[in-house]
């Protein structure tokens, strides 16, 4: 009956690794923004399953801002000629800064924290 109990406790732990295992794998593709190559030097990419847009300046120094508009809570469209373009009320914003230049926006877009890891941008 020890033995039996024995067993069964430490196929539970087993299972418990994996399934620990697996959402770490999850976790860590999850935090997967995109890959490095697909944020062009002075331009900006918008991921909008996380919320992030992501930009690059001229000298290929990468930055991540909220990509919800501070105006009304709008996803930001796209990057070009050096803004973040909400499509909702007009509002641009600073690709290097996240601050606002044409409103109605009036605050900036809050800063996010990527790191640039193996080719791969990732939150955190």
Do not use: W, Y
């Not at 930009?55 to 803004?83: Q, Y």
Request: hydrophobic share 45%; with cysteine; proline share 5%.
């Amino acid at each position: 009956m020890a033995v039996a109990a024995a067993v069964t406790v430490l196929a539970g732990c087993g299972r418990q690794e994996k399934e620990g295992a697996v959402r770490e794998a999850a976790a860590a593709a999850a935090a997967e923004l995109a890959r490095a190559d697909e944020v062009p030097r002075g331009g900006g990419l918008v991921v909008p399953s996380a919320n992030v847009v992501l930009t690059r300046g001229e000298g290929g120094e990468l930055r991540a801002f909220s990509a919800i508009c501070t105006h009304a809570g709008c996803v930001v469209a796209e990057v070009s000629d050096g803004k973040i373009l909400c499509p909702c009320h007009g509002s641009r914003f600073d690709a290097v800064t996240g601050r606002p230049v044409h409103g109605p926006a009036t605050k900036a877009l809050p800063v996010v924290k990527v790191t640039e890891r193996d080719g791969v941008i990732v939150k955190g």
